[in-house]
Nanobody, 123 residues
Framework: DVQLVESGGGLVQTGGSLRLSCAAS?????????IGWFRQAPGKDREGVSS????????YYSNYVRGRFTVSSDYFKNTVYLQMNSLKPEDTAVYYC???????????????WGQGTLVTVSS
């Protein structure tokens, strides 16, 4: 079975940094998957943050985080990371990673979700 486990959330001050991890099992990054990062702030809808394509290492970012967040991966550990810099209070949310079979983040169905990790940015 595919499983995703996030870690790395916490409390940070405005302007600080955090690195989230998403450890995947049940498939390898040699396979064709899209790993997405999403977030949901209190009282708001879930929104996409970034996408990572395992087949070619492509990455995509939402306008809200482009230039501040960076996705990387460790194929040996089957883990994707979300490095978050210059954090703002509006980045406060539960962050989820999700995975779906395929290579197009606009078409993939995210069938697998992690449990989420809370990021709180204080002002």
């Amino acid at each position: 079975d595919v499983q995703l486990v996030e870690s790395g959330g916490g409390l940070v001050q405005t302007g600080g940094s955090l690195r989230l991890s998403c450890a995947a099992s049940g498939f390898t990054f040699v396979d064709d998957y899209v790993i997405g990062w999403f977030r949901q702030a209190p009282g708001k809808d879930r929104e996409g943050v970034s996408s990572f394509i395992t087949s070619d290492n492509s990455t995509y970012y939402s306008n809200y985080v482009r230039g501040r967040f960076t996705v990387s991966s460790d194929y040996f550990k089957n883990t994707v990371y979300l490095q978050m810099n210059s954090l703002k209070p509006e980045d406060t949310a539960v962050y989820y990673c999700a995975a779906g079979k395929g290579s197009d983040p606009t078409l993939v169905d995210y069938d697998y979700w992690g449990q989420g990790t809370l990021v709180t940015v204080s002002s």
